[in-house]
């Protein structure tokens, strides 16, 4: 594995100058995307357990 630390050391600097902290509304439409994924997920295992239990 041939990697330099220095160059990677300037990678997480440059990303962390291009990034911002989201605005409300964006903050908002993420959680509540990640709230619906984590509800199909949890819908799909109850499903599962109950297929397995019967």
Known sequence: MNFNVKQVLESW?????IAKKPNFADFSESAKVCFAGLLVVGAVGFVVYLISVA
């Open 13 to 17: 600097a440059r990303v962390l100058r």
